[in-house]
């Protein structure tokens, strides 16, 4: 997902967003079930994989508009990322590199957590087992009615300390493995493979640096979701109930929800642009 290229490619930005959003939305409601602590009861699994049988299995509360959010999301972070880097580092005003690489995704993805929170939380709330709300609609009508406006953006403040640190760090890890991985030579009868090998190495890489750095975070976004608690009121609860093991509560299925299409994001990306570049070539 190369920076000068984002300028001639958005479309491939949001088809890649939208794959993996697709691809991945089942393991985003096993993450969520896990860090919202919500339980999910089966007598024919044991608790480990009863997460993971409900995520997969219907009914789809939410998919639709949680598909969209991701989508638009993590296209809009990651082609303002390459596309700001290449404005930055094209200026008159000689901006350092690690400057240009890290400003545009921690914009960008301010922004947008705060656009998508009324989605995320009405998405999350509908993921427990025990809920009657049957669509994202209905859930933002019963957090409204329940606290007003302010309510559909409660846990705004955790969701940014969560989500710029993940996609900052995705971005910088990206960006610095795309420079030191050895170029793949043109002329070689394995190009198309060797592309492929070297932008899977960088985007898990990158998905896997991202994740793991933001899992406390999302523990206390969703623990906010659950009980409407403030931010500071939230992690001393959490503090006083499991110590510091609310710090990796969910943390493998967090892994999996988020390095995998963080990672796809980036690998989807790359391929549909090297496609799209080379149709255009022959």
Same mark, same amino acid.
């Given at each position: 997902?190369?920076?000068?290229?984002?300028?001639?490619?958005?479309?491939?930005?949001?088809?890649?967003?939208?794959?993996?959003?697709?691809?991945?939305?089942?393991?985003?409601?096993?993450?969520?079930?896990?860090?919202?602590?919500?339980?999910?009861?089966?007598?024919?699994?044991?608790?480990?994989? *009863?997460?993971?049988?409900?995520?997969?299995?219907?009914?789809?509360?939410?998919?639709?508009?949680?598909?969209?959010?991701?989508?638009?999301?993590?296209?809009?972070?990651?082609?303002?990322?390459?596309?700001?880097?290449? /404005?930055?580092?094209?200026?008159?005003? %000689?901006?350092?590199?690690?400057?240009?690489?890290?400003?545009?995704?921690?914009?960008?993805?301010?922004?947008?957590?705060?656009?998508?929170?009324?989605?995320?939380?009405?998405?999350? &709330?509908?993921?427990?087992?025990?809920?009657? =709300?049957?669509?994202?609609?209905?859930? =933002?009508?019963?957090?409204?009615?329940?606290?007003?406006?302010?309510?559909?953006?409660?846990?705004?403040?955790?969701?940014? =300390?969560?989500?710029?640190?993940?996609?900052?760090t995705a971005v910088l890890v990206k960006d610095w493995m795309e420079n030191v991985l050895p170029a793949v030579d043109p002329s070689s009868p394995t190009a198309d493979s060797d592309r492929l090998w070297r932008s899977a190495t960088?985007?898990?890489?990158?998905?896997?640096?991202?994740?793991?750095?933001?899992?406390?975070?999302?523990?206390?976004? %969703?623990?906010? +979701?659950? &009980?409407?608690?403030?931010?500071?009121?939230?992690?001393?609860?959490?503090?006083?109930?499991?110590?510091?093991?609310?710090?990796?509560?969910?943390?493998?299925?967090?892994?999996?929800?988020?390095?995998?299409?963080?990672?796809?994001?980036? +690998?989807?990306?790359?391929? /549909?642009?090297?496609?799209? *570049?080379?149709?255009?070539?022959?």
């Amino acid at each position: 997902m190369a920076p000068s290229r984002a300028k001639d490619y958005p479309a491939e930005y949001i088809l890649a967003s939208a794959m993996a959003a697709a691809i991945n939305y089942p393991l985003w409601r096993a993450s969520a079930l896990a860090q919202s602590g919500f339980r999910v009861a089966s007598s024919s699994f044991p608790p480990s994989l *009863s997460p993971y049988v409900y995520a997969f299995a219907p009914p789809y509360k939410g998919m639709v508009a949680t598909v969209f959010g991701m989508t638009w999301a993590r296209a809009a972070i990651f082609w303002g990322s390459d596309r700001g880097k290449e /404005l930055l580092s094209s200026s008159k005003y %000689n901006v350092p590199t690690l400057v240009a690489t890290i400003i545009p995704p921690l914009v960008v993805s301010t922004g947008v957590q705060c656009i998508n929170m009324p989605i995320v939380r009405a998405a999350i &709330t509908l993921q427990d087992p025990q809920s009657n =709300l049957s669509s994202v609609w209905s859930a =933002l009508k019963h957090i409204h009615k329940q606290g007003g406006v302010p309510s559909l953006w409660h846990g705004t403040s955790a969701g940014i =300390l969560k989500t710029v640190p993940k996609y900052c760090t995705a971005v910088l890890v990206k960006d610095w493995m795309e420079n030191v991985l050895p170029a793949v030579d043109p002329s070689s009868p394995t190009a198309d493979s060797d592309r492929l090998w070297r932008s899977a190495t960088k985007s898990a890489c990158a998905g896997v640096a991202g994740a793991a750095l933001t899992n406390p975070l999302d523990v206390i976004r %969703n623990e906010m +979701f659950k &009980t409407n608690q403030p931010l500071f009121d939230t992690v001393k609860n959490l503090w006083r109930t499991e110590g510091s093991a609310f710090l990796t509560r969910g943390v493998g299925k967090n892994m999996i929800a988020v390095a995998i299409p963080v990672g796809c994001t980036i +690998f989807f990306t790359d391929a /549909l642009i090297d496609y799209t *570049s080379s149709s255009y070539v022959r």
